[in-house]
C-alpha cells in the first residue's frame, strides 16, 4: 500500500518521523477572557511537559468580533514556552498598542 504524508529522516537515513509514526493531541482547551479598559496584557496557562520544541498554541475567536468596536477586533497571540503558554491580548510588538478584549479559545496541541 503506498503511502502518502510528511517525512523526516535523520543524517543516516533513519525515518525518524511518518504518517504511520506522527502523533498529535490535545493537551489544553479553555476559554481566555481579557476585560475591557486595560488590565493584565498577558495570561499565563501551565502545560507541563509542552515546550516551543513538541507542542504549539493557537487561539481561536469564539464569536463574532463586534462590528461597532473596530478598535479591539484583534485576534489574541499566543507564546508557547516551557511548561506553560503566555496569551497576550493582542499583538506583543505592535507599536500602535491595539488589544484586544473579550474571550477567544486557547488550544495546546503536542505532537511528537
Known amino acids: 500500500m503506498d503511502e502518502y504524508g510528511l517525512g523526516t529522516w535523520d543524517g543516516n537515513g533513519v525515518q525518524l518521523l511518518g504518517p504511520a509514526s506522527f502523533t498529535m493531541r490535545v493537551v489544553l482547551s479553555t476559554l481566555v477572557t481579557f476585560a475591557g479598559g486595560g488590565g493584565?496584557?498577558?495570561?499565563?496557562?501551565?502545560?507541563p511537559g509542552s515546550t516551543p520544541e513538541n507542542s504549539f498554541a493557537v487561539i481561536v475567536p469564539i464569536a463574532a468580533y463586534n462590528a461597532g468596536n473596530q478598535l479591539h477586533q484583534v485576534q489574541f497571540e499566543t507564546e508557547m514556552l516551557n511548561g506553560s503558554v503566555r496569551v497576550w491580548r493582542g499583538h506583543r510588538t505592535a507599536v500602535n498598542g491595539l488589544y484586544a478584549f473579550g474571550t477567544q479559545r486557547l488550544i495546546v496541541a503536542r505532537f511528537r
Open 40 to 47: 493584565a496584557s498577558t495570561q499565563s496557562f501551565s502545560v
